[in-house]
T-cell receptor, first 107, second 114 residues
């Protein structure tokens, strides 16, 4: 099993739609997680940190399910500017990255 | 806002040549990292550095790679004899603590090996 697995997508959604996707991780001892977003050929930038059961920041909600070892990210009322690749990161000793989920929001 | 800076932004080199990629982490950060991302692929961990020594490294980080913090501010990645497959974007990152703090990335150095 890979350390961090993500649904690669792409998720193509219209503006205003809700989109959600998951990330599974293999290390049950992992305590904290991040969602980063990466625009094409740019550096990853932090979207949200996830330390307990979840986190909410505006239109973005992250949920953590430790029993099933997955983290989800939900984007409500999606905007064109939300188009990006979303990287799930497990905060182990090296910070393990998933391969990313691509989201494209269309007008 | 403090940021991680990397130079050069793009380097083209011939196979077999040595390359040094430079990074200036955020000044009060203690943990430093190098990652690479081959075009179209995932971000891969190379090495982490703390207290002037390597704390972890991946299988990718073989003998051709080395890291150094020569002067207390710069954090360098050296690739001794570049191969075609070393062509990638190399990201430097730093964070204040290991427990859960945000990892801040530089804008990356794109390495093209011909």
């Amino acid at each position: 099993r890979k350390e961090v697995e993500q649904d690669p997508g792409p998720f193509n959604v219209p503006e205003g739609a809700t989109v959600a996707f998951n990330c599974t991780y293999s290390n049950s001892a992992s305590q904290s997680f991040f969602w980063y977003r990466q625009d094409c050929r740019k550096e990853p930038k932090l979207l949200m940190s996830v330390y307990s059961s979840g986190n909410e920041d505006g239109r973005f909600t992250a949920q953590l399910n430790r029993a099933s070892q997955y983290i989800s990210l939900l984007i409500r009322d999606s905007k064109l500017s939300d188009s990006a690749t979303y990287l799930c990161v497990v905060n182990d000793y090296k910070l393990s990255f998933g391969a990313g989920t691509t989201v494209t929001v269309r007008a | 806002e403090p940021e991680v800076t990397q130079t050069p932004s793009h380097q083209v080199t011939q196979m077999g040549q040595e390359v040094i990629l430079r990074c200036v982490p955020i000044s009060n950060h203690l943990y430093f990292y190098w990652y690479r991302q081959i075009l179209g692929q995932k971000v891969e961990f190379l090495v982490s550095f703390y207290n002037n020594e390597i704390s972890e490294k991946s299988e990718i980080f073989d003998d051709q790679f080395s890291v150094e913090r020569p002067d207390g501010s710069n954090f360098t990645l050296k690739i001794r004899s570049t191969k075609l497959e070393d062509s990638a974007m190399y990201f430097c990152a730093s964070r204040k603590d290991r427990g859960g703090g945000e990892l801040f990335f530089g804008e990356g150095s794109r390495l093209t090996v011909l």
